[in-house]
């Protein structure tokens, strides 16, 4: 053989043993990769699938030879052996490959990570197709919170609250904004992914969207699209200056905001109240009552509504809040209930005061003040009876079920403090809300503030989408998972699934038994 060949060949052989080992994670149903699912040595070494369910596995040493991986992954499942051991054993060798099945116990399938650094880290190294613009870093976002979002002037807008970058561990607080096209229009179908187009200041990183003077981070919710009297489209937020720790933050001022096109930055409207009805917390909603259209804001729950218009938007006065107290029932007090002769407690749309919320009522429930019955926040579990304590999340019009359905997270659930996931519905908007099921499971992990984003529902709301921040805090779960932690997931939902249809669409709610 000739040197140049010999040469060639070891070339050609050096660069076949660089190529990594894949290792595909599917749902054993659907077929699909599945991301976040864990895969484990015998020796800790730890890795964890991209958004198309991959990991690219190449550790010096273990090539070559057979290696066992333990298989998990929040709601879902891998078989167990005759040890009760979860995984199997792959024989590794550059450039092969290996498929796992694996089982799905949540109703809601995992689809793809929004947000963060490396979502198709895996694929890339595999040169596999990945369907996003930047599949590795996108903004010099790394991480961000929750998200709100709208239908804008012909393109989907987002932003996120408080965003993490790779060059240093103190990134952006007063938010984060990006666009995307619309499915059909240019954008993805969301069962594929979201190609998010960041708004970044010079430096490539994402810039400040609500660039007002505050020494801490400001927050945006409420996000609401109206139209003026002109016609033209117009989107606003309500704000707030937050100061103190995690633990103890205090709102140092609120307010109402505009976006501005030409600025691509929101402005300053109004100020309100720093005490009264928290309004970034809610995800709005139009709705009209007795011909009169609304905002509601929900939170998760519609506890505050005010008539859709630009100059009542911005009144702190011309606010409603959903309540059963009597004008001037102070906030700690909670006593002067609006009883009707025969002691029927009366819940009505009243303008001031604080609204009342799940964890208020449960208050007075436990205090013996209140009946479980009376609240239109009492919520339970529709197999097991269990109440369900709501903390946050989004309501919206389904016409599937002809019904409005609510995704919200559980406080104190079962398995971890803020991340399990629940659905439920309504025949009017302010409840009874029934149906409740539980939808997605993580264990000792968050999943906190989902959005159900209707503007993606598809087979006329057959099938919805929504995200949720996931992170290690408020877990108690010291072992934040590398890339996903505190970044956004996406989930989709088939409503056949879980509300089978009785005589017709939207026919009834479902049962225990369904």
Not at 44 to 56: E, K, M
Not at 418 to 445: C, F, M, N, Q
Not at 489 to 497: F, G, K, S, T
Request: one cysteine or more.
């Amino acid at each position: 053989m000739s040197p140049i060949l010999e040469v060639f060949l070891a070339a050609v052989l050096a660069a076949g043993a660089d190529k990594p080992f894949a290792i595909e994670v599917v749902d054993r149903q659907t077929g699909r990769g599945v991301p976040l699912v864990e895969l484990t040595t015998v020796n800790q070494l730890r890795y964890f699938t991209d958004s198309n369910g991959l990991v690219a596995f190449a550790e010096p040493g273990l090539m070559h030879t057979k290696v066992f991986f333990s298989v998990k992954s929040h709601g879902y499942e891998f078989p167990q052996d005759g040890f009760g051991i979860r995984g199997k054993t792959l024989e590794i060798a550059p450039g092969g490959t290996a498929r796992l099945e694996i089982d799905r116990i949540n109703l809601a399938r995992r689809l793809y990570r929004i947000t963060g650094g490396g979502i198709y880290a895996d694929s890339v190294r595999l040169g596999r197709p990945v369907p996003i613009r930047e599949p590795l870093l996108n903004g010099q976002v790394f991480g961000c919170d929750g998200a709100v979002s709208a239908e804008y002037r012909g393109k989907i807008y987002w932003f996120r609250g408080d965003t993490s970058r790779p060059s240093y561990p103190l990134g952006n607080f007063k938010t984060t904004g990006a666009t995307s096209d619309r499915p059909g229009r240019g954008g993805l179908d969301p069962d594929v992914g979201i190609d998010l187009h960041y708004f970044v200041d010079p430096s490539g990183f994402v810039k400040e969207m609500v660039p007002l003077p505050s020494p801490g981070p400001i927050w945006i919710g409420g996000l609401v699209v109206l139209r003026d009297g002109s016609g033209r489209e117009r989107m606003f937020a309500h704000y707030v200056k937050v100061q103190g720790t995690t633990d103890n933050f205090h709102a140092a001022g609120r307010g109402l905001i505009e976006y501005d096109d030409a600025t691509e930055t929101f402005r300053h409207v109004a100020a309100f109240p720093k005490t009264g009805p928290d309004l970034t917390a809610g995800h709005a909603l139009l709705h009209k009552d007795q011909g009169v259209e609304y905002v509601y804001f929900c939170d998760p729950f519609p506890r505050l509504r005010v008539r859709a218009g630009p100059e009542s938007l911005k009144n702190p006065a011309a606010y409603e809040v959903y309540t059963c107290l009597t004008p001037g029932a102070e906030r700690k007090e909670k006593s002067r209930f609006d009883r009707a002769a025969d002691g029927a407690l009366r819940w009505a749309w009243r303008a001031g005061g604080e609204p009342l919320g799940p964890i208020e009522a449960e208050k007075l429930i436990r205090a013996g003040k209140m009946r479980a019955e009376e609240s239109p926040f009492t919520l339970r579990d529709a197999r097991t009876g269990k109440p369900v304590v709501a903390h946050r999340g989004s309501v919206a019009w389904n016409d599937y079920r002809r019904r409005w359905i609510m995704i919200f997270c559980e406080m104190g659930g079962s398995s971890s403090m803020l991340g399990e996931i629940w659905y439920a519905e309504a025949e009017d908007l302010r409840g009874p809300w029934v149906s409740v099921r539980k939808i997605v499971t993580h264990d000792r992990y968050s999943f906190y503030n989902p959005k159900h984003h209707s503007f993606f529902d598809q087979q006329g709301g057959r099938v919805i989408y929504f995200e949720g921040t996931y992170t290690a805090a408020f877990s108690g779960n010291t072992d934040p998972t590398p890339r996903y932690d505190y970044n956004q997931i996406m989930y989709r939902l088939d409503l056949a699934e879980i509300c089978p249809q009785k005589e017709g669409v939207g026919s009834a709610p479902f049962l225990e038994s369904d």
